[in-house]
């Protein structure tokens, strides 16, 4: 089993960053590829970045290309999601996500995912 907690989520402004953070306990962090999804309300889940088990590559929507940054710390078994320039339509429950670096299909797709955190509030205000 792979634990996952994320934090880091809040109130901002339009044009505003945070920098959300993922935990990982329970098994070999570098493993795992890991990834950070989102849902709005009403809305679809929403992949916007994942990175593989070494950090040597990474994925991205387009909604968020340019403004968001993926990074791990395979050191201290934490993923990092830098949001930058944030919008109204950034505003979702992002969650944190890990797959065996084997079944990591390296894009953005809603499959083989194992674990997942719980979700922390991101809310943009225009």
């Known amino acids: 089993q792979v634990q996952l907690v994320e934090s880091g989520g809040g109130l901002v402004q339009c044009g505003g960053s945070l920098t959300l953070s993922c935990a990982a306990s329970?098994?070999?962090?570098?493993?795992?590829?890991m990834g950070w999804s989102r849902q709005a309300p009403g809305k679809a889940r929403e992949f916007v970045a994942t990175?593989?088990?070494?950090?040597?590559?990474?994925v991205y929507a387009d909604s968020v290309k340019g403004r968001f940054t993926i990074s791990r710390d395979n050191t201290n078994n934490t993923v990092y999601l830098q949001m930058n320039s944030l919008k109204p339509e950034d505003t979702a429950v992002y969650f944190c996500?890990?797959?065996?670096?084997?079944?990591?299909?390296?894009?953005?797709?809603?499959?083989?995912?194992?674990?997942w955190g719980q979700g922390t509030q991101v809310t943009v205000s225009s």
């Open positions: 996500s890990a797959v065996y670096r084997l079944y990591y299909s390296g894009d953005l797709t809603d499959k083989n995912w194992s674990y």
């Open positions: 990175i593989s088990w070494s950090g040597g590559s990474t």
């Open positions: 329970g098994r070999t962090f570098s493993n795992y590829a």
